[in-house]
């Protein structure tokens, strides 16, 4: 209706949903009220006894739809919605946070909120859990339901001041408000519980429960879709008026604060993907992740134009400065979101364990490097993945069971005499030694010589193999342990190619004799995640010359690479 308020809107819309509720009890009570017709006809005679056998079918019909109608009803009511993960924070840890909070409430004129909690994830909401707590409210002699639970995103305690976290908070808080309202409430209530219903009874057992639970789920979708627009209405409405309210507090600041979300959502996703996963994948979780968002921006901010200037607000108070303990909270926060994102303890075995920001390069990036140049070289290592050269490319290189003949015979000889047989079968010994398909020589100039002449489709095609069966004996491990099937986690990137796998073992194997024969170092990149640093300075041109490598067989932009560190293509690395 033009020009109601979103909570007129809110309200109205909650009142649809509960005559839909209304009108499904009447359609569930209806047989019965016939069967209660027919009954009292007979009794007072003015229905004959020519009725006495649709008189029964009908009483017996009213039951069994009685019944139906009952289990469906107990199943919407004592359903559970699935409640979000979450770090709690208690009112003792955070004062300051709960304070900021309520005074915002009593600004806003709404329910304070009745908890606060963390999720990692860049976002804010209002979650209800009256269900649950309303009866343990009753069980204490409190009848009076609580106010919504408050969930504020992690990364936003850190990066955000805490001028911008109270106006980002204020129209989420503003939500209390209609949250608060009967009608709202049940309207949700009921969604809440036929969502539920409906995720029960898509899980159905086998046997004689199934048709029970596809009439349970047949019902619960039906008045799910007479739902779905109203309810889509009623949250509009009730978005519409927590932002109505929340006009006055704020205002200016909150526009700068949307800023921060969008700013920090780069960061957070950037660090999750190109950071924390890699470590989640050798059995590490980073735990100060939420530190991490505030370096990641930071550099984000003075590498990116369009951040420029965002970093001065550092100097301002952070929200996480209302914590009593804000490292035990992002550690926590830290271990959800790898439980979430990747799996926990119970899915990894005892090497899970956490991983602090200063040991990330050497316990996490050169332990991937390592892993990944030992299964390229095991690759290069299987019968049939060399590609012998053409005739005419073969290098004069002989075995050292023939190059030792030959510098004795040599040494026995005129000429041996006047070379030197010591000498004769170092140096033909040496030559034997640089053979790039020698087996089990990890070097670089092997894997350089063995790509430069092909064939990169098999190795891409060996990788994927070898890291696919790892991946599913992880997965076998996982289960064993935990004795259930894992539920999926969430993918935070596709699926890698062949061709993209190839190229970051050789991109490994190369950092590897960088930092064996170079005196490079491992280190970590807040935004791109495991770097190479060369004299202190991260050198990120070094992708080029891999993919020309990997894609073209051209090797001479990573000999140059190469030459200009001072790598040795020669000298083993080592491996894990």
């Known amino acids: 209706m033009a020009g109601e308020t979103g909570e007129g809107v809110a309200r109205s819309r909650a009142l649809a949903v509960l005559r839909i509720r209304s009108t499904a009890s009447a359609v569930a009570l209806l047989p019965a009220a016939a069967a209660v ?5 007979g009794a007072t005679g003015r229905v004959g006894d020519s009725w006495d056998a649709l008189r029964w079918s009908v009483v ?16 919407v009511v004592r359903a559970r919605p699935a409640v979000s993960p979450t770090v709690p924070v208690a009112e003792s840890s955070a004062p300051d946070l709960y304070r900021m909070v309520h005074d915002l409430a009593v600004r806003l004129q709404v329910p304070t909120p009745s908890a606060i909690e963390l999720t990692p994830d860049c976002d804010s909401w209002l979650e209800d859990r009256r269900p649950e707590r309303a009866a343990a409210g009753r069980r204490g002699r409190r009848q009076e339901p609580l106010a919504p639970v408050l969930v504020i995103g992690s990364p936003f305690m850190w ?11 204020a129209p ?3 939500g209390t408000g209609p949250s608060a309202d009967p009608d709202i409430a049940a309207a949700r209530r009921f969604i809440r519980g036929l969502d539920a219903a409906a995720g029960v009874a898509a899980a159905r057992p086998g046997g004689l429960a199934r048709p029970a639970y596809a009439f349970l789920g047949w019902v619960a979708r039906l008045l799910l879709r007479g739902c779905r627009a109203h309810a889509a209405e009623m949250e509009r409405g009730v978005a519409a008026s927590a932002s109505e309210r929340a006009q006055a507090v704020d205002y200016g600041l909150r526009i700068v604060a949307q800023e921060q979300v969008g700013l920090a959502y780069a960061g957070w996703d950037r660090l999750l993907t190109r950071v924390a996963l890699p470590a989640w994948r050798m059995g590490r979780w980073p735990s100060r992740l939420d530190a991490g968002v505030v370096a990641a921006l930071t550099d984000l901010s003075r590498r990116d134009r369009l951040a420029e200037g965002f970093e001065s607000r550092l100097g301002e108070r952070p929200a996480c400065d209302l914590l009593e303990e804000p490292g035990t909270v992002d550690e926590a926060a ?6 979430l994102f990747h799996g926990g303890p119970e899915d990894h075995g005892p090497d899970w364990s956490p991983v602090d920001w200063d040991s990330y390069p050497e316990e996490v990036v050169d332990r991937i490097w390592r892993s990944e140049a030992a299964l390229l070289i095991r690759v290069l290592d299987e019968p049939g993945s060399a590609v012998p050269r053409p005739e005419r490319d073969r290098p004069a290189v002989i075995t050292v069971q023939n190059a030792e003949q030959t510098a004795n015979a040599e040494s026995r000889s005129g000429a041996g005499l006047l070379m030197g047989g010591q000498a004769a079968r170092q140096a033909a010994v040496a030559g034997a030694a640089e053979l790039p398909d020698e087996i089990g020589r990890a070097t670089i100039a092997r894997v350089i010589d063995r790509l430069s002449r092909g064939g990169s489709e098999e190795l891409a095609a060996r990788i994927t193999g070898h890291v696919a069966r790892e991946e599913a004996a992880r997965e076998a491990n996982r289960r064993t342990a935990t004795g259930t099937p894992l539920a999926p986690v969430y993918q935070l990137l596709p699926p890698r190619t062949g061709r993209e796998l ?3 073992h050789v991109t490994a194997m190369v950092c590897c004799a960088a930092v064996d024969t170079a005196g490079a170092t491992a280190g970590l990149d807040w935004l791109d995640g495991p770097a190479l640093l060369v004299n202190g300075a991260r050198r990120a041109d070094l992708a080029w010359p891999v993919l020309r490598l990997v894609e073209n067989g051209d090797a001479a932009p990573l000999r140059s690479w190469l030459t200009a560190v001072g790598v040795r293509l020669e000298k083993p690395v080592r491996l894990v």
């Open 37 to 41: 017709v027919l009954l009292v006809g």
């Open 60 to 75: 017996g019909g009213a039951l069994l739809v009685l019944l139906l109608a009952g289990a469906v009803a107990a199943v």
């Open 159 to 169: 990066w955000m001041r805490v001028a911008e976290l109270r106006a980002l908070l």
């Open 172 to 174: 989420v808080v503003a």
């Open 334 to 339: 830290s271990l959800l979101a790898a439980r």
């Open 502 to 504: 190839l190229t970051e």
